[in-house]
C-alpha cells in the first residue's frame, strides 16, 4: 500500500508567490527525489537527494532531505504560469526487498493564476 | 529524439480484448518499469526488469503481463482488458546503480 503522504493535494496560488509542498512516511528512505509532471507529459525530474539534511537547489526550486530521513520537502519561489503541473515527490525505501524500485508520493496539483 | 517512447499514445478498447503497450528507450539503460497513473494515487509500480532475463512483480500485477524483448524493448500486456484498468501507462528506465528514473510520455487506456 502507500507508503508516503505528499500534502497538499492541491494549490491555487497567485503568481509571484512561494510554494511549499512536503511528503512524509513512517517509513526511512534512502533516497529522495521530486519529479514534475506537465499535462499530457510523463514525470521530469527535478531534484534528486541522497544524503539526510542535503538541501539542494535547482533554479527556483529548493528540496531538503528530512534528518529523520522520513521526509522531505520541496519549495519553489517566486512561481510563474508555467510552474503549473502535478508535483511527485519519490523515494527508495531501506531495505533488500525495496532495490531499485520507487515509492511515489499521491502528487500535488499546483495552478498558478497570472 | 525522445530517450523513452511509449506506442500507442492514446488507445480505446472495449472490455475482453487483448492489449499490448509498448516501450523503447535509447539511454542504453538496463532496468525497465513500468506504473499505471490514476488520479489521487500517484504511480504505482505493474512490473520491473532490471535485464534481459529478469521480469519482477511490482504492487499491482494482476490482470498483467510484461516482456522484455531485449535491452531497449518492455512491453505490457492486458490479456482480457477490464474497465477499472482505465488509466495512464508510463514506461521508464534506470541506470544500474542509480535510483533515478526516467519517463516516457505515457499512454491514455481507455477500456469501455
Known amino acids: 500500500g502507500q507508503q508516503l503522504n505528499q500534502s497538499p493535494q492541491s494549490m491555487f496560488i497567485q503568481e509571484g508567490e512561494d510554494v511549499s509542498m512536503n511528503c512524509t512516511s513512517s517509513s526511512i528512505f534512502n533516497t529522495w527525489l521530486w519529479y514534475k509532471q506537465d499535462p499530457g507529459e510523463g514525470p521530469v525530474l527535478l531534484i534528486a537527494?541522497?544524503?539526510?539534511?542535503e538541501l539542494t537547489s535547482n533554479g527556483r526550486l529548493t528540496a531538503q532531505f528530512g534528518i529523520t530521513r522520513k521526509d522531505s520537502f520541496l519549495n519553489i519561489s517566486a512561481s510563474i504560469p508555467s510552474d503549473v503541473g502535478i508535483y511527485f515527490c519519490a523515494g527508495q525505501l531501506t531495505g533488500g526487498t525495496s532495490y531499485g524500485k520507487l515509492t511515489f508520493g499521491q502528487g500535488t496539483i499546483l495552478t498558478v493564476h497570472p | 529524439d525522445a530517450d523513452v517512447t511509449q506506442t500507442p499514445r492514446n488507445r480505446i478498447t472495449k472490455t475482453g480484448k487483448r492489449i499490448m503497450l509498448e516501450c523503447s528507450q535509447t539511454k542504453g539503460h538496463d532496468r525497465m518499469y513500468w506504473y499505471r497513473q490514476d488520479p489521487g494515487l500517484g504511480l504505482r509500480l505493474i512490473y520491473y526488469s532490471f535485464d534481459v532475463k529478469d521480469i519482477n512483480k511490482g504492487e499491482i500485477s494482476d490482470g498483467y503481463s510484461v516482456s522484455r524483448q531485449a535491452q531497449a524493448k518492455f512491453s505490457l500486456s492486458l490479456e482480457s482488458a477490464i474497465p477499472n484498468q482505465t488509466a495512464l501507462y508510463f514506461c521508464?528506465?534506470?541506470?544500474?546503480?542509480?535510483?533515478?528514473?526516467?519517463f516516457g510520455p505515457g499512454t491514455r487506456l481507455t477500456v469501455l
Open positions: 537527494l541522497y544524503k539526510a539534511g
Open positions: 521508464a528506465t534506470s541506470d544500474d546503480g542509480t535510483d533515478t528514473q526516467y
